[in-house]
Structures are given as structure tokens and as C-alpha cells.
């Protein structure tokens, strides 16, 4: 900002004033009232409708698939599209805190007294890069299947009903198929059947080593799923 738009800035923030009301007792009142509605609006609703309290939670639950609250798609579709663990860190959590950081500092770095959107070309279409940025991710993050579902592997159609049997059995909370499930603890199962024959997979199922837990309840209760799952991690060669 030079001299003399300085002095014009502050011609008009002089005139603007005088025409102006003080901030107290004018806004601080129009503040308080409306701060005052929302609370009672809020009161009423918990009375006339209650609050929800969802299921009981259940620790021992191996199908529960765990998704964010809408606003923080954009960063669970981030985690999701990132897989290299050395960059993890940085993309999650480096990037959103150093946008942030720069969003606080703007004010400083930018001292342009222009205050039409199309004179500030690039406050503004960093302001659009970033909003679509975002809407993009999380609309991606909202349609993205849940993390259970085997996704970076393309199964023949005639396993598909096993693959959804694994996904909904909790198995990638320990085992890794391609790029879907954890990497640990249980042994990577991309390639299981080229060590492992069918009936010895079937065999570990209903009697495997701890940590992981037996399935021989889904053997008894529904062997055409528990014959499925194994049909599809027979097929993993
Ligand atoms: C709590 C973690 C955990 C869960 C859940 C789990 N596993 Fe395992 N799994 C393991 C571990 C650990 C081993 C290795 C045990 C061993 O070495 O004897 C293993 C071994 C296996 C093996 C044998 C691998 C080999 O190379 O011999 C198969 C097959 C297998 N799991 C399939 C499954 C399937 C299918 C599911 C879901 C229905 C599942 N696991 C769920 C932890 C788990």
C-alpha cells in the first residue's frame, strides 16, 4: 500500500465511521439476542426430540467398517489415495497444517488494499484451487467403498461372493491383499495359494494360530459363505 492510498484508506474508514454505529451497545446486543435464539432453538430440539444415541459399542465386533464425519472426507480420501508410508505423514498432516499456517500469516503477506476478487487474481484463484480441491476429495472420500471392500485386486466373477466374504469378515484388519488391508499382523494373503493349498487354508480358518481368531463358527452356521471364502483364497495364486 503507497502514501496515497493510505490516506484514502483512511478518508474513508473516517467518513465510514462517522456514519457508523459504536460496535457496544449496538452489535454486542444483536450478538447476545441471536446467541440467545440459537440456545433456546437447541434446548427446544433436545427436549421435543431427544438425542440419538447409537448402538452400544462393541469391541469384539470384526465387521465394523469405521468412516468419518462428511467434513473430514477430504482428509480420509487423502489417507485412502496415499499409499507410500514415507509420505503418509507429510500429505496428511504436513500439508493441511502448513495451508493452515499460511491462511493465518495471509493477512501479512498480503497487504494489497484491492478488495475486487478479479483485481486479486491470484488470492483468488488460490481460494478456488482450494475449494475445489476439497470438494473434489471429499466427494471422492464419500462414494469411496468402505475399507473393508477389496478394491486394488480385480476378482473373477465367480469369487466375488468370497472376496465380499473376506471384506466383511474383519480379515484386512490383519491380513493385506494387494493394496487393501493391513500389513500386519497376520502373513500378507495376495499370493496365499501359491504356498498354501485349499484345504490347509480351510484347516487355519477353523483352527489357526493365535492372534487370529477361528472361524469355525461361520463353518458350522453357514458353510456355503465359509466354502466361498475359501474358494476365493484358493484362487489367490
Ligand atoms: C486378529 C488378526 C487376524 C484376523 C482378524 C485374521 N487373521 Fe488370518 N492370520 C493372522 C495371523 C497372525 C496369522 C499367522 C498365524 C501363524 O503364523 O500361524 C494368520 C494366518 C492366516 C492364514 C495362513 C497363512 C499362511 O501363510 O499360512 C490364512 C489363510 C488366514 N490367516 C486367513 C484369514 C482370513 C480369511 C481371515 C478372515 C476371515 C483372517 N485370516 C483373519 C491374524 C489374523
Request: contains cysteine; positive net charge.
Given at each position: 500500500?503507497?502514501?496515497?492510498?493510505?490516506?484514502?484508506?483512511?478518508?474513508?474508514?473516517?467518513?465510514?465511521?462517522?456514519?457508523?454505529?459504536?460496535?457496544?451497545?449496538?452489535?454486542?446486543?444483536?450478538?447476545?439476542?441471536?446467541?440467545?435464539?440459537?440456545?433456546?432453538?437447541?434446548?427446544?430440539?433436545?427436549?421435543?426430540?431427544?438425542?440419538?444415541?447409537?448402538?452400544?459399542?462393541?469391541?469384539?465386533?470384526?465387521?465394523?467398517?469405521?468412516?468419518?464425519?462428511?467434513?473430514?472426507?477430504?482428509?480420509?480420501?487423502?489417507?485412502?489415495?496415499?499409499?507410500?508410508?514415507?509420505?503418509?505423514?507429510?500429505?496428511?498432516?504436513?500439508?493441511?497444517?502448513?495451508?493452515?499456517?499460511?491462511?493465518?500469516?495471509?493477512?501479512?503477506?498480503?497487504?494489497?488494499?484491492?478488495?475486487?476478487?478479479?483485481?486479486?487474481?491470484?488470492?483468488?484463484?488460490?481460494?478456488?484451487?482450494?475449494?475445489?480441491?476439497?470438494?473434489?476429495?471429499?466427494?471422492?472420500?464419500?462414494?469411496?467403498?468402505a475399507p473393508g471392500q477389496l478394491s486394488s485386486i480385480s476378482v473373477p466373477t465367480q469369487y466375488k461372493k468370497g472376496a465380499a466374504v473376506f471384506a466383511a469378515s474383519g480379515c484386512q484388519g490383519c491380513h493385506r491383499i494387494g493394496d487393501d488391508g493391513n500389513a500386519g499382523p497376520g502373513p500378507n494373503l495376495t499370493h496365499i495359494a501359491a504356498t498354501v493349498p485349499k484345504p490347509a487354508i480351510a484347516r487355519t480358518l477353523v483352527n489357526p494360530t493365535a492372534p487370529m481368531p477361528?472361524?469355525?463358527?461361520?463353518?458350522?452356521?453357514?458353510?456355503?459363505?465359509?466354502?466361498?471364502?475359501?474358494?476365493?483364497?484358493?484362487?489367490?495364486?
Amino acid at each position: 500500500m503507497n502514501a496515497v492510498e493510505k490516506e484514502r484508506y483512511l478518508r474513508e474508514y473516517y467518513i465510514l465511521k462517522g456514519q457508523g454505529k459504536p460496535f457496544f451497545p449496538y452489535a454486542v446486543l444483536k450478538d447476545s439476542v441471536m446467541a440467545c435464539i440459537v440456545l433456546l432453538v437447541i434446548i427446544v430440539m433436545s427436549i421435543v426430540l431427544g438425542a440419538e444415541l447409537g448402538p452400544k459399542a462393541d469391541p469384539t465386533t470384526t465387521s465394523y467398517t469405521p468412516r468419518p464425519e462428511w467434513y473430514f472426507f477430504f482428509l480420509f480420501e487423502l489417507l485412502r489415495v496415499i499409499k507410500p508410508p514415507a509420505i503418509v505423514f507429510i500429505a496428511t498432516i504436513g500439508v493441511p497444517t502448513i495451508c493452515m499456517v499460511l491462511l493465518i500469516l495471509l493477512p501479512f503477506i498480503d497487504r494489497n488494499p484491492e478488495r475486487h476478487p478479479l483485481r486479486r487474481p491470484v488470492a483468488t484463484l488460490a481460494g478456488i484451487t482450494t475449494i475445489c480441491a476439497m470438494a473434489f476429495l471429499t466427494i471422492e472420500g464419500a462414494i469411496a467403498g468402505a475399507p473393508g471392500q477389496l478394491s486394488s485386486i480385480s476378482v473373477p466373477t465367480q469369487y466375488k461372493k468370497g472376496a465380499a466374504v473376506f471384506a466383511a469378515s474383519g480379515c484386512q484388519g490383519c491380513h493385506r491383499i494387494g493394496d487393501d488391508g493391513n500389513a500386519g499382523p497376520g502373513p500378507n494373503l495376495t499370493h496365499i495359494a501359491a504356498t498354501v493349498p485349499k484345504p490347509a487354508i480351510a484347516r487355519t480358518l477353523v483352527n489357526p494360530t493365535a492372534p487370529m481368531p477361528s472361524f469355525a463358527r461361520l463353518q458350522q452356521q453357514n458353510p456355503k459363505q465359509f466354502n466361498e471364502l475359501v474358494d476365493f483364497l484358493g484362487s489367490l495364486k
